[in-house]
């Protein structure tokens, strides 16, 4: 280990990852927990959640661009040595965010039920989901901020503010989570509202530590109609590529669905625990965006070529280790998340499952994160698609023939941890294989 920091690569890519593994995994350590405690509602409330979870992470996760294509922008022109202009495209990013918004809550709002029957659920499950996501649309502005605020301070090459942020929040998050659902009796609708008041928490000091950057370099906090202009132009392949993982996630939870009220409860713990595999891995998708960003901005392509080289060895190392532990921990974890025997029984083989593919992922999220930074989002978007495509039939055919029981819920997972993430692997392989990507200037 001693030899590997010695190498500047390594310590650039780890004094940036590893804040930023502490700030991503803050959030599924978040709804691990949100998830256990609803989880011990009953059967009816953790479907729920999984419903309303599936939706609202869609919607969130397709404004991911927010930072996904802040960080690389803020990076490139400080790589040229523009800091001004640097921070002045994160404020840009930042108003985006909140228009976006503002609208989207007001829109998620009015659709929360129709959205939420659109799963098909029982009719005791359909309402816990409505409950839960018409309250969570309250936060939805926040959300996004947090989005914007963070790919500014990421393409400032900084990943502590965002962890110190992360941890802080969610540790409200939870004590405010804890206190309304089960001291004040509000059930689920308690956990909703946790969370809103934690995400606003955040929000306000994201807002301090933006303009305190703002008035170091000079940079106005008014919003620019070119800036966001462009911000938006480059959100918007980025959005496709986004829109084709979230349609992914939601075809894996419909399918779910049609397995069964025990098998949907248990998909939703297997995927948070893939989504904590995922968030952790995404540390280095985080350091690969930053670096890359500023390495072309600075038009030093070896730098480029040794950060992906790098991070994807470290991305399939850290992928094999917490692969291990997941399957080391997969017949005892059931007990964490839910009180109901018949769906504890159905959870072991998935999360075996996740783990067995937690190496595959490590590959993908860098190599994703490294495009990203590249600002090769069409490349991603139109592959996305691709992906897609391939995963349509496995999950079809995992929902028609599985059998609804742990078998079942195993041949789902395996469709989306295996064969979803190996169609990426070949795709982003491909690409980075190649020179097409890096274009070198403060812009792409």
């Known amino acids: 280990m001693s ?21 991503l995994v803050a959030e599924p350590i978040f709804l691990l927990a949100d998830s256990a405690m609803v989880g011990h509602l009953g059967v009816e409330p953790l479907a729920g959640l999984g419903i309303a979870s599936a939706v609202l992470q869609t919607i969130v996760g397709l404004m991911v661009f927010l930072a996904y294509s802040t960080t690389p922008a803020v990076a490139r022109r400080l790589g040229a040595g523009d800091e001004r202009g640097a921070v002045a495209a994160g404020v840009d990013g930042c108003w985006l965010a909140l228009a976006l918004g503002v609208v989207l809550a007001i829109a998620g709002w009015a659709a929360s039920p ?193 950060v992906l080289r790098r991070c994807i060895q470290w991305g399939i190392g850290a992928g094999a280790v917490l692969g291990v532990v997941t399957i080391a921990l997969s017949p005892f974890a059931a007990g964490l998340f839910t009180s109901d025997a018949s769906v504890a029984a159905l959870l072991p083989l998935s999360l075996a499952i996740v783990g067995l593919g937690a190496p595959l992922g490590g590959y993908v999220f860098v190599l994703d994160g490294v495009l990203i930074g590249a600002g090769d989002a069409r490349y991603l978007a139109l592959t996305g698609l691709v992906n897609v495509a391939v995963f349509v039939p496995l999950a079809a055919a995992a929902a028609t023939w599985g059998g609804q029981d742990a078998a079942g819920l195993a041949a789902l997972t395996a469709a989306f941890a295996l064969g979803y993430l190996g169609a990426r692997a070949l795709t982003l392989g491909l690409r980075a294989r190649g020179t097409v990507w890096m274009r070198a200037g403060a812009t792409v």
């Open 114 to 306: 129709f959205l939420v029957s659109l799963f098909g659920a029982s009719a005791g499950v359909t309402e816990q989901a409505s409950v839960y996501l018409s309250l969570s649309m309250l936060g939805l502005p926040a959300m996004l901020l947090v989005y914007a605020a963070t790919g500014l301070l990421r393409g400032l090459q900084d990943t502590r503010t965002p962890l110190a942020v992360a941890v802080a929040g969610f540790a409200v998050n939870i004590v405010l989570n804890y206190l309304f659902i089960y001291v004040a009796g509000l059930g689920i609708a308690g956990s909703a509202l946790g969370t809103v008041a934690a995400q606003w928490g955040m929000v306000l000091v994201y807002v301090v530590i933006v303009a305190r950057h703002a008035r170091r370099v000079g940079a106005p906090l008014l919003p620019h109609h070119a800036g966001i202009g462009r911000t938006a132009r480059a959100g918007g392949w980025l959005l496709l590529r986004t829109a084709s993982l979230r349609a992914a996630m939601l075809l894996a939870v419909f399918a779910a669905t049609q397995l069964g009220p025990d098998e949907l409860a248990a998909f939703q713990v297997t995927m948070t625990v893939f989504a904590t595999l995922a968030f952790a891995l995404d540390a280095l998708a985080i350091a690969a965006q930053a670096l890359i960003g500023k390495g072309l901005g600075s038009g030093d392509l070896g730098t480029v070529r040794a």
């Open 3 to 23: 030899t590997i920091l010695r190498r500047p690569v390594d310590r650039e890519i780890l004094r940036l990852a590893v804040p930023a593994l502490g700030a």
